[in-house]
């Protein structure tokens, strides 16, 4: 089971960035999916969800409206569009995976996240 993050980087306040996570070893479209990021210093952060068809996302309040999950099966792929992006945004960012059923606002235990991608904002 592989989870591999990619897109992130530093951009400037109010700038956008995309993430990717390409997923493999396990069946990718009868899994619901998350992002989690944790910045440094502070606990996991549950950031958004996504159910197996993609027809249903959740969100934290403090990204709705800025953030938009979605996933697409056919390339075993889940992504993280980030607009409008805050200091605060600043964060390492993971991709997990729900072993069984979805729970809004709640992190997959660790052991089924990825190894993350870095994204900072900073002017």
């Known amino acids: 089971v592989q989870l591999v993050e990619s897109g992130g980087g530093m951009v400037q306040p109010g700038g956008s960035l995309r993430l990717s996570c390409a997923a493999s070893?396990?069946?990718?479209?009868?899994?619901?999916m998350s992002w989690v990021r944790q910045a440094p210093g502070k606990g996991p952060e549950w950031v958004s969800a996504i159910n197996t068809g993609g027809s249903r996302t959740y969100y934290a309040d403090s990204v709705k409206g800025r953030f938009t999950i979605s996933r697409d099966n056919t390339k075993n792929t889940l992504y993280l569009q980030m607009n409008s992006l805050k200091p605060e945004d600043t964060a390492l960012y993971y991709c997990?995976?729900?072993?069984?059923?979805?729970?809004?606002?709640?992190?997959?235990?660790?052991?089924?996240w990825g190894q993350g991608t870095q994204v900072t904002v900073s002017s």
């Open positions: 070893g396990f069946a990718f479209s009868i899994v619901d």
């Open positions: 997990a995976r729900y072993p069984r059923a979805l729970h809004v606002g709640v992190p997959p235990a660790r052991a089924y």
